[in-house]
Nanobody, 115 residues
Framework: QEQLVESGGGLVQPGGSLRLSCTASASVFSHYHMGWYRRAPGKQREMVALLTNSGSVTYKDSVQGRFSITRDNAKKTLFLEMNSLKVEDTAVYYC?????????WGQGTQVTVSS
């Protein structure tokens, strides 16, 4: 059973930056397709950024150019660098690991963008 642990969330002012991390426990991390998702209050969970095991990247339109998803397979860690944060980026952010029919989720980390 995979365990994903997110960290790095917090309170930041509009225009600020945060870096989220998601650390996995399994040795097969490099085989996972990884992603960041978020759920804002009163809204459904949505995809933010995806990074396949071959390095292909997809971003939600509204974060393109502001967010960057990367991974360090040796450290079994996924990152989300978030810059120029906006109030509408406020949400609980979750990382996801996908391997075939298996899908794992972390517990989430709160990101609040407010002045």
């Amino acid at each position: 059973q995979e365990q994903l642990v997110e960290s790095g969330g917090g309170l930041v002012q509009p225009g600020g930056s945060l870096r989220l991390s998601c650390t996995a426990s399994a040795s097969v991390f490099s085989h996972y397709h990884m992603g960041w998702y978020r759920r804002a209050p009163g809204k459904q969970r949505e995809m933010v950024a995806l990074l396949t095991n071959s390095g292909s990247v997809t971003y939600k339109d509204s974060v393109q150019g502001r967010f960057s998803i990367t991974r360090d397979n040796a450290k079994k860690t996924l990152f989300l660098e978030m810059n120029s944060l906006k109030v509408e980026d406020t949400a609980v952010y979750y990382c996801n690991a996908l391997l075939g029919s298996l899908s794992y989720w972390g517990q989430g980390t709160q990101v609040t963008v407010s002045s």
